[in-house]
């Protein structure tokens, strides 16, 4: 006996209700992932979070922080003194290198943040203020290699223009008298000319001739170095009267920043400066049309020339906005940090750590902002943690290689803490079978574009 279906369903006799058809009435076909719901919008969500470079940055840290924790025990006294007994008695070297690496970041915090064992509250928030105030001209000199970055320019020298920058704010400091409200903007003023000069020498050479800016920039910090040591050597320019040692005059009041908060806190009014410096590096790159000049020169300069852009101009600016800014950082060392004379080591390697910083900040102007307050931390809790538990402070300088090499590597990262990696992280090989995986769970959906491409 044939069986109807009910009426009202516009199907013919001997027809199925309960069995999708097509639009022709033949049987549709079924596949698995018609089953299968699509998955939550927060399981995206968190993944995407997951995936992000914010995330990278903070695992790349933490792994850094962990690693240094291991150098630290290792290099204990009393670590290596119970390990030599460790099978009678593990627990007494699971103590001393809990102890060790508790002690060591115990310090740090107190030596970088807050001081919870000082005796007054002015006493506990100083270690905060030395770490802006080490954190000032990292800042400053790291916008510049930074701002390189972004237009496809590897900025190495930051340490020659910091000492141009410094000799000539030394100059204006020290040549004249005048008011603060005269003296300390012209000082400023000097130091930033002076490294947009020595920064925009070479972009010129490398526009005009196609110079490696690279080789010119070390080779100009070498320059620089000698330039400044023969002026500090030489009685009548920068070497203090009256004395043979190769140091300069003591800086003038009216050409210092004045403090913010008075005595004991050290954090000075180089530190607004140094915002003030990022906001119009922000507003530089990422909101004018010079910026966005910039930023196309660094994706691809032949595409950039082809739409009109003079890349040579381009190149001379950003070198010379690079120079300018590590001539901040020098007037900073000299009107801020160390202003009782200085000699030829006055960069104090501020140069190089500014390449670190802009690494760690991506080259975006927020981003080396946070980096510069990061590794000022660390070196302001550096000092605490020799202090109070005899660890080196080349263990500090580890810590910050680290996290540079674990930035670097995202992948490495992602890996290490089980990350869903980025489809372009992915091996091709890899990528075809996710794309063969989602085709036979879903065939009637179009594959995704990066599977697509790969």
Do not use: C
């Not at 927060?42 to 933490?62: D, G």
């Not at 000799?167 to 002076?194: D, E, K, N, R």
């Not at 922000?282 to 010079?290: A, P």
């Not at 109070?388 to 402070?393: D, K």
Request: proline content about 7%; cysteine-free; glycine content about 12%.
């Amino acid at each position: 006996m044939s069986t109807l279906p009910p009426e009202g369903t516009g199907l013919g006799p001997g027809v199925d209700p309960g069995i999708a058809r097509t639009a022709h009435g033949e049987p549709a076909v079924q596949t698995p992932a018609a089953d299968i719901p699509p998955p939550p919008r927060q399981n995206q969500i968190i993944r995407e979070i997951l995936r992000s470079n914010a995330v990278a940055t903070i695992l790349a840290i933490v792994l850094a922080m962990l690693i240094g924790g291991v150098l630290v025990a290792f290099t204990n006294p009393e670590v290596q003194r119970t390990s030599g007994y460790f099978f009678a008695r593990p627990q007494d070297t699971l103590v001393a290198i809990w102890n060790a690496v508790s002690g060591a970041y115990a310090a740090l915090f107190r030596g970088a943040i807050w001081n919870y064992e000082a005796e007054s509250f002015v006493r506990a928030i100083k270690p905060i203020t030395d770490t802006l105030n080490f954190a000032t001209p990292l800042i400053a000199a790291g916008l510049g290699v930074g701002l390189a970055f972004r237009v496809g320019l590897f900025n190495i020298g930051a340490r020659g223009q910091m000492l141009i920058g410094v000799t000539t704010a030394a100059f204006v400091a020290t040549g004249f008298s005048a008011p603060l409200f005269i003296h300390l903007p012209l000082t400023i003023a000097a130091g930033i000319a002076g490294g947009m000069i020595w920064g925009g020498l070479v972009g010129l050479l490398k526009a005009r001739t196609g110079a490696n800016e690279v080789i010119l920039t070390i080779m100009l910090n070498f320059v620089a170095f000698y330039f400044l040591s023969w002026l500090l050597n030489t009685p009548g320019l920068l070497q203090r009267p009256g004395g043979s040692q190769p140091i300069s005059s003591p800086t003038p009041a009216s050409a210092q920043f004045p403090s913010l908060f008075g005595a004991p806190l050290t954090v000075n009014w180089g530190f607004i400066v140094a915002i003030g410096a990022t906001v119009f590096v922000w507003w530089l790159v990422e909101r004018s049309s010079l910026g966005f000049r910039m930023r196309a020169v660094g994706e691809n300069p032949f595409a950039a020339r082809a739409a009109g852009i003079n890349v040579e101009r381009i190149i001379i600016y950003a070198m010379a906005f690079a120079g300018g800014l590590a001539g901040l950082a020098g007037v900073n060392q000299i009107s801020g940090t160390i202003t009782s004379g200085f000699g030829n080591g006055i960069d104090a390697g501020i140069g190089f750590d500014a390449i670190t910083v802009a690494l760690l900040g991506r080259s975006k102007a927020w981003g080396v902002f946070a980096a510069g307050i990061l590794f000022g931390a660390l070196k302001a809790g550096s000092f605490t943690m020799q202090v109070s538990e005899g660890i080196p402070v080349d263990i500090v300088v580890v810590v910050q290689a680290l996290i540079v090499l674990f930035i670097a590597a995202p992948p490495l990262v992602r890996t290490i803490f089980f990350l869903p990696k980025d489809p372009s992280e992915l091996s091709a090989g890899r990528r075809a079978r996710r794309a063969a995986k989602a085709a036979a769970k879903n065939p009637t959906a179009p594959a995704r574009k990066e599977e697509v491409n790969a």
